[in-house]
Protein backbone atom coordinates (compact mmCIF):
# COMPACT_ATOMS: atom_id res chain seq x y z
CA UNK A 1 0.00 0.00 0.00
CA UNK A 2 2.69 2.25 0.63
CA UNK A 3 4.25 1.81 -2.49
CA UNK A 4 0.90 2.21 -4.16
CA UNK A 5 0.91 5.77 -2.28
CA UNK A 6 4.42 5.87 -3.62
CA UNK A 7 3.49 5.65 -7.46
CA UNK A 8 0.46 7.87 -6.92
CA UNK A 9 2.72 11.03 -5.88
CA UNK A 10 4.91 10.02 -8.85
CA UNK A 11 1.90 10.04 -11.49
CA UNK A 12 0.34 13.42 -9.73
CA UNK A 13 3.87 15.61 -9.47
CA UNK A 14 6.78 13.19 -11.26
CA UNK A 15 6.87 15.84 -14.23
CA UNK A 16 7.74 18.83 -11.78
CA UNK A 17 11.38 17.90 -10.84
CA UNK A 18 12.26 16.98 -14.52
CA UNK A 19 10.44 20.31 -15.62
CA UNK A 20 12.36 22.01 -13.12
CA UNK A 21 15.73 20.80 -14.46
CA UNK A 22 14.73 21.66 -17.84
CA UNK A 23 14.30 24.95 -16.89
CA UNK A 24 18.38 24.37 -15.82
CA UNK A 25 19.37 24.17 -19.23
CA UNK A 26 20.37 20.49 -18.50
CA UNK A 27 21.54 18.27 -21.57
CA UNK A 28 18.52 17.43 -23.71
CA UNK A 29 19.99 13.73 -23.79
CA UNK A 30 19.77 13.40 -20.18
CA UNK A 31 16.36 14.75 -19.39
CA UNK A 32 15.10 11.89 -22.20
CA UNK A 33 16.15 9.36 -20.09
CA UNK A 34 14.54 10.87 -16.92
CA UNK A 35 11.21 11.31 -19.07
CA UNK A 36 11.24 7.91 -20.63
CA UNK A 37 12.28 6.15 -17.64
CA UNK A 38 9.63 7.91 -15.08
CA UNK A 39 6.98 6.98 -17.38
CA UNK A 40 7.76 3.46 -18.69
CA UNK A 41 8.78 2.95 -15.22
CA UNK A 42 5.59 4.21 -13.90
CA UNK A 43 3.55 2.04 -15.87
CA UNK A 44 5.65 -0.74 -14.86
CA UNK A 45 5.46 -0.33 -11.05
CA UNK A 46 1.60 0.81 -11.03
CA UNK A 47 1.11 -2.67 -12.58
CA UNK A 48 3.70 -5.22 -10.68
CA UNK A 49 2.56 -3.37 -7.40
CA UNK A 50 -1.41 -4.01 -8.09
CA UNK A 51 -0.77 -7.06 -8.97
CA UNK A 52 1.44 -8.06 -5.78
CA UNK A 53 -2.16 -8.17 -3.74
CA UNK A 54 -2.84 -11.19 -5.90
CA UNK A 55 0.49 -12.71 -4.41
CA UNK A 56 -0.27 -13.91 -1.17
CA UNK A 57 3.16 -14.49 0.72
CA UNK A 58 2.68 -17.72 2.03
CA UNK A 59 1.89 -19.48 -0.74
CA UNK A 60 3.18 -20.89 -4.29
CA UNK A 61 2.34 -17.70 -7.15
CA UNK A 62 0.47 -19.54 -9.49
CA UNK A 63 -1.60 -21.63 -7.07
CA UNK A 64 -2.25 -18.54 -4.72
CA UNK A 65 -3.82 -16.72 -7.65
CA UNK A 66 -6.02 -19.70 -8.56
CA UNK A 67 -6.85 -20.22 -5.30
CA UNK A 68 -7.90 -16.82 -4.48
CA UNK A 69 -10.21 -17.20 -7.60
CA UNK A 70 -11.66 -20.19 -6.57
CA UNK A 71 -12.27 -19.05 -3.04
CA UNK A 72 -13.79 -15.54 -4.26
CA UNK A 73 -16.15 -17.39 -6.93
CA UNK A 74 -17.17 -20.05 -3.87
CA UNK A 75 -18.54 -16.98 -2.04
CA UNK A 76 -20.12 -15.36 -4.53
CA UNK A 77 -21.87 -18.88 -5.56
CA UNK A 78 -22.99 -18.80 -2.34
CA UNK A 79 -24.03 -15.11 -1.92
CA UNK A 80 -21.57 -14.49 0.67
CA UNK A 81 -19.37 -11.70 0.23
CA UNK A 82 -15.66 -12.87 -0.44
CA UNK A 83 -13.06 -12.35 2.44
CA UNK A 84 -10.39 -9.48 2.47
CA UNK A 85 -7.54 -11.08 1.39
CA UNK A 86 -9.63 -12.61 -1.98
CA UNK A 87 -11.67 -8.88 -2.35
CA UNK A 88 -7.90 -7.71 -2.69
CA UNK A 89 -6.44 -10.20 -4.69
CA UNK A 90 -9.65 -9.70 -6.54
CA UNK A 91 -9.28 -5.54 -7.29
CA UNK A 92 -6.02 -6.56 -8.05
CA UNK A 93 -6.12 -8.08 -10.91
CA UNK A 94 -9.26 -6.09 -12.20
CA UNK A 95 -6.87 -3.31 -11.67
CA UNK A 96 -3.36 -4.80 -13.51
CA UNK A 97 -5.61 -5.97 -16.46
CA UNK A 98 -7.64 -2.74 -16.70
CA UNK A 99 -4.17 -0.85 -17.39
CA UNK A 100 -3.25 -3.09 -19.94
CA UNK A 101 -6.37 -2.88 -21.82
CA UNK A 102 -6.40 0.75 -22.09
CA UNK A 103 -2.68 0.74 -23.24
CA UNK A 104 -3.57 -2.04 -25.83
CA UNK A 105 -6.64 0.27 -27.10
CA UNK A 106 -3.76 3.15 -26.93
CA UNK A 107 -1.46 1.09 -29.29
CA UNK A 108 -4.42 -0.56 -31.33
CA UNK A 109 -5.97 3.26 -32.47
CA UNK A 110 -2.49 4.33 -32.76
CA UNK A 111 -1.85 1.69 -35.43
CA UNK A 112 -5.08 2.50 -36.89
CA UNK A 113 -4.69 5.88 -37.35
CA UNK A 114 -0.86 5.28 -39.37
CA UNK A 115 -2.58 3.07 -41.39
CA UNK A 116 -4.03 6.27 -43.37
CA UNK A 117 -0.38 7.44 -44.32
CA UNK A 118 1.53 4.13 -44.50
CA UNK A 119 0.92 4.42 -48.51
CA UNK A 120 3.03 7.51 -48.46
CA UNK A 121 5.62 6.36 -45.92
CA UNK A 122 5.96 2.94 -47.93
CA UNK A 123 6.63 4.97 -51.41
CA UNK A 124 9.21 7.22 -49.83
CA UNK A 125 10.91 4.49 -48.72
CA UNK A 126 10.40 2.36 -51.84
CA UNK A 127 12.21 5.81 -53.70
CA UNK A 128 14.94 5.81 -50.78
CA UNK A 129 15.74 2.06 -51.04
CA UNK A 130 18.43 2.11 -53.31
CA UNK A 131 20.50 5.34 -51.72
CA UNK A 132 23.05 4.38 -49.29
CA UNK A 133 22.33 4.34 -45.34
CA UNK A 134 21.87 7.42 -44.00
CA UNK A 135 21.87 9.44 -47.35
CA UNK A 136 18.51 11.41 -48.15
CA UNK A 137 15.31 11.33 -50.19
CA UNK A 138 15.55 14.46 -52.44
CA UNK A 139 12.21 15.67 -53.55
CA UNK A 140 11.40 18.71 -56.13
CA UNK A 141 9.91 21.15 -54.27
CA UNK A 142 10.04 25.12 -54.23
CA UNK A 143 9.70 25.04 -50.55
CA UNK A 144 12.79 24.12 -48.34
CA UNK A 145 12.29 21.30 -46.34
CA UNK A 146 13.80 18.82 -44.11
CA UNK A 147 11.79 15.70 -42.41
CA UNK A 148 12.97 12.38 -41.01
CA UNK A 149 10.70 9.72 -41.01
CA UNK A 150 11.53 6.94 -38.25
CA UNK A 151 10.78 2.85 -38.86
CA UNK A 152 12.64 0.20 -40.73
CA UNK A 153 14.60 1.82 -42.43
CA UNK A 154 14.56 5.41 -41.88
CA UNK A 155 14.09 7.82 -44.44
CA UNK A 156 15.57 11.44 -44.49
CA UNK A 157 13.73 13.45 -46.46
CA UNK A 158 15.16 16.81 -48.13
CA UNK A 159 13.76 19.07 -50.90
CA UNK A 160 16.25 20.26 -53.54
CA UNK A 161 15.34 23.97 -52.64
CA UNK A 162 17.71 23.60 -49.58
CA UNK A 163 20.36 23.82 -52.00
CA UNK A 164 19.91 27.26 -52.59
CA UNK A 165 18.95 28.50 -49.14
CA UNK A 166 21.46 26.88 -47.49
CA UNK A 167 25.28 27.16 -47.56
CA UNK A 168 27.45 23.84 -47.87
CA UNK A 169 27.88 24.08 -44.42
CA UNK A 170 24.52 24.62 -43.17
CA UNK A 171 22.83 21.97 -45.49
CA UNK A 172 25.38 19.52 -43.71
CA UNK A 173 23.99 20.60 -40.55
CA UNK A 174 20.46 19.97 -41.36
CA UNK A 175 21.84 16.24 -42.51
CA UNK A 176 22.95 16.04 -39.50
CA UNK A 177 20.07 16.58 -37.50
CA UNK A 178 18.03 14.62 -38.66
CA UNK A 179 20.28 11.46 -38.55
CA UNK A 180 20.43 12.35 -34.82
CA UNK A 181 16.73 11.97 -34.86
CA UNK A 182 16.80 8.40 -36.88
CA UNK A 183 19.78 6.83 -34.16
CA UNK A 184 18.43 8.15 -31.70
CA UNK A 185 15.04 6.34 -32.40
CA UNK A 186 13.51 9.56 -31.44
CA UNK A 187 10.35 8.16 -33.56
CA UNK A 188 10.27 5.42 -31.12
CA UNK A 189 10.62 7.18 -28.26
CA UNK A 190 7.84 9.83 -28.97
CA UNK A 191 5.43 6.79 -29.80
CA UNK A 192 5.75 5.55 -26.69
CA UNK A 193 4.92 8.23 -24.44
CA UNK A 194 2.23 9.65 -26.79
CA UNK A 195 0.35 5.48 -26.31
CA UNK A 196 1.19 5.76 -23.00
CA UNK A 197 -0.67 9.45 -22.15
CA UNK A 198 -3.44 7.84 -24.23
CA UNK A 199 -3.99 4.63 -22.72
CA UNK A 200 -3.64 6.62 -18.81
CA UNK A 201 -4.48 10.30 -19.56
CA UNK A 202 -5.41 11.33 -15.72
CA UNK A 203 -1.64 11.15 -14.49
CA UNK A 204 -0.18 14.72 -15.19
CA UNK A 205 3.47 13.20 -15.79
CA UNK A 206 1.91 11.23 -18.43
CA UNK A 207 -0.10 13.95 -19.74
CA UNK A 208 2.79 16.33 -20.34
CA UNK A 209 5.56 13.80 -21.45
CA UNK A 210 4.70 13.80 -25.37
CA UNK A 211 5.52 17.49 -25.98
CA UNK A 212 8.27 17.44 -23.37
CA UNK A 213 10.30 14.70 -25.18
CA UNK A 214 8.88 16.34 -28.65
CA UNK A 215 10.70 19.53 -27.69
CA UNK A 216 13.55 17.58 -25.85
CA UNK A 217 14.85 15.36 -28.93
CA UNK A 218 15.12 18.54 -31.42
CA UNK A 219 17.18 20.29 -28.41
CA UNK A 220 19.01 16.57 -28.51
CA UNK A 221 19.19 16.65 -32.43
CA UNK A 222 20.36 20.00 -32.70
CA UNK A 223 23.37 19.49 -29.83
CA UNK A 224 24.36 16.39 -32.10
CA UNK A 225 24.52 18.54 -35.28
CA UNK A 226 26.55 21.53 -33.46
CA UNK A 227 28.93 19.34 -31.88
CA UNK A 228 29.91 17.74 -35.31
CA UNK A 229 28.83 20.80 -37.53
CA UNK A 230 29.39 23.38 -35.50
CA UNK A 231 26.44 25.73 -33.84
CA UNK A 232 27.18 28.75 -36.40
CA UNK A 233 25.42 26.19 -39.26
CA UNK A 234 22.93 24.84 -37.06
CA UNK A 235 21.66 28.53 -36.14
CA UNK A 236 21.64 29.09 -39.94
CA UNK A 237 19.94 25.88 -41.04
CA UNK A 238 17.20 26.77 -38.18
CA UNK A 239 16.81 30.28 -39.25
CA UNK A 240 16.05 29.74 -42.70
CA UNK A 241 14.07 26.80 -42.45
CA UNK A 242 11.88 28.72 -39.73
CA UNK A 243 7.94 28.38 -41.42
CA UNK A 244 8.58 25.12 -43.06
CA UNK A 245 5.43 22.99 -43.42
CA UNK A 246 4.74 21.23 -41.24
CA UNK A 247 4.66 16.98 -42.20
CA UNK A 248 1.62 14.58 -41.40
CA UNK A 249 4.38 12.23 -40.37
CA UNK A 250 7.98 12.34 -39.27
CA UNK A 251 9.85 15.00 -37.21
CA UNK A 252 10.87 18.40 -39.50
CA UNK A 253 13.72 20.24 -38.25
CA UNK A 254 12.09 23.61 -37.42
CA UNK A 255 8.90 22.25 -36.24
CA UNK A 256 8.79 23.51 -32.42
CA UNK A 257 10.73 25.62 -29.92
CA UNK A 258 12.37 27.15 -33.22
CA UNK A 259 13.36 30.62 -31.65
CA UNK A 260 14.42 29.25 -27.90
CA UNK A 261 16.72 26.30 -29.91
CA UNK A 262 18.45 29.85 -31.81
CA UNK A 263 19.01 31.45 -28.49
CA UNK A 264 20.61 28.16 -27.07
CA UNK A 265 22.60 27.98 -30.18
CA UNK A 266 24.06 31.22 -29.72
CA UNK A 267 25.16 31.13 -26.30
CA UNK A 268 27.70 28.24 -28.61
CA UNK A 269 25.94 25.48 -26.23
CA UNK A 270 26.79 21.69 -27.71
CA UNK A 271 25.51 20.00 -24.63
CA UNK A 272 27.46 18.04 -22.10
CA UNK A 273 30.25 16.07 -22.73
CA UNK A 274 30.39 12.24 -23.86
CA UNK A 275 31.32 11.48 -20.10
CA UNK A 276 28.62 13.84 -18.31
CA UNK A 277 25.85 12.34 -20.36
CA UNK A 278 26.75 8.98 -19.60
CA UNK A 279 27.12 9.73 -15.84
CA UNK A 280 24.31 12.69 -16.11
CA UNK A 281 21.46 9.67 -17.33
CA UNK A 282 22.86 7.07 -14.73
CA UNK A 283 21.71 9.56 -12.39
CA UNK A 284 18.49 10.62 -13.28
CA UNK A 285 17.83 7.22 -14.47
CA UNK A 286 18.71 5.31 -11.15
CA UNK A 287 16.55 8.51 -9.77
CA UNK A 288 13.37 7.88 -11.72
CA UNK A 289 13.33 4.31 -11.37
CA UNK A 290 13.44 4.51 -7.73
CA UNK A 291 11.41 7.55 -7.21
CA UNK A 292 7.75 5.24 -6.05
CA UNK A 293 9.81 3.44 -3.79
CA UNK A 294 11.68 6.34 -2.46
CA UNK A 295 8.05 8.27 -1.82
CA UNK A 296 6.39 4.80 -0.58
CA UNK A 297 9.05 4.67 2.14
CA UNK A 298 8.52 8.57 2.86
CA UNK A 299 4.64 7.75 2.99
CA UNK A 300 4.79 4.70 5.00
CA UNK A 301 7.12 6.29 7.79
CA UNK A 302 4.92 9.81 7.57
CA UNK A 303 1.73 7.35 8.74
CA UNK A 304 3.90 5.30 11.17
CA UNK A 305 4.85 8.97 12.72
CA UNK A 306 1.38 10.25 13.23
CA UNK A 307 0.00 6.08 14.19
CA UNK A 308 2.79 6.81 16.87
Keep these: MALLLGIAVVGLFGHRPLLWLADRRLDPTILLTGWLLSTVGLIVSTVATISLFALPADEHPASGIFRLAGGCWTAL??????????????????????????????????RRRSRKTAPHVEQLRLLAAGAPSGDPLWVRDDRPLAMSIGGRPGVIVMSDSLRHHLTPGALAATLEHERAHLRGRHHLLVAIVETLAAALPLSPLLRAAPAALEDLIELAADAQAARRCGPAAVQEALSRLTGQPTPAVGLAMASRLTQARLRRLSTGSVGATRAMRVAGCTAVGVAALSLPAAAGWLALNVVGCVVA
Excluded at 85 to 104: C, F, K, M, P, Y
Design 77 to 110: SSGSLPGWREGLASLGVIGAATILLRIGWAVTAR
